[in-house]
């Protein structure tokens, strides 16, 4: 069945560097988009950006200067780097299937848990 | 950016009662919206997409509705599972913009 599960540090040092690792079943990366988007505990969600199937990517304007996305698709699995941390990027981390062609979310993962602090 | 507005930011809601849940965009967004629920401590589940389709395998109590810039979310009788927060995203334009979310009580 289709499954994203992402994982990776739950805590960053503020201006260091995070990095977290989507691992998909059940579907290819080939075939499916999948995007990066956050959520501030208690608070609302934001798209952060995507890699397409065909490999290339796009970015909220708002993090683009910051974060990259890439995948290794022999493993399944679809990294996020983001440098220059800082308390406003704590948050959960989610990767989540986009429907073909649709631009919604129909699988996500279950969230990764970031916290920035020394 | 498209803006999402979502109200009311709160409700309750008694067991078998209709809800309602609204969700406004800054331009016109041609359907493209899609409601999602989500509960303490988990992920966004998809309950509709294209403003009224119903995502497979969820509940046929849950309906949406609109167009152009005005949407909605419908719950047509009130159940204790529904409990949790709703939110709206448009998928016309990138980056996709989500509302702030309905938070869901039972009364």
């Known amino acids: 069945q289709v499954q994203l599960k992402e994982s990776g540090p739950g805590l960053v040092q503020p201006s260091q560097t995070l990095s977290l690792t989507c691992t998909v079943s059940?579907?290819?990366?080939?075939?499916?988009?999948v995007h990066w988007v956050r959520q501030p505990t208690g608070k609302g969600l934001e798209w952060m950006g995507v890699i397409w199937t065909g490999g290339s990517t796009d970015y909220n304007s708002a993090l683009k200067s910051r974060l990259s996305i890439s995948r290794d698709t022999s493993k399944s699995q679809v990294f996020l780097k983001m440098n220059s941390l800082q308390t406003e990027d704590i948050a959960t981390y989610y990767c989540a299937r986009e429907v073909p062609g649709k631009d919604y979310f129909d699988y996500w993962g279950q969230g990764v848990m970031v916290t920035v602090s020394s | 950016d498209i803006q999402m507005t979502q109200s009311p930011a709160s409700l309750s809601a008694s067991l078998g009662e209709t809800v309602t849940i609204q969700c406004q965009a800054s331009e016109d967004i041609y359907s493209g919206l899609a409601w999602y629920q989500q509960k303490p401590g988990k992920s966004p589940q998809l309950l509709i997409y294209?403003?009224?389709s119903l995502q497979d395998g969820v509940p046929s109590r849950f309906s949406g509705s609109g167009s152009g810039t005005q949407y909605s979310l419908k719950i047509s009788s009130m159940q204790t599972e529904d409990e949790g927060v709703y939110f709206c995203?448009?998928?016309?334009?990138?980056?996709?913009?989500f509302g702030s979310g309905t938070k869901l009580e039972i009364k």
């Open positions: 059940g579907f290819s990366l080939t075939s499916y988009n």
């Open positions: 995203q448009q998928g016309l334009k990138y980056p996709l913009t």
């Open positions: 294209g403003a009224s």
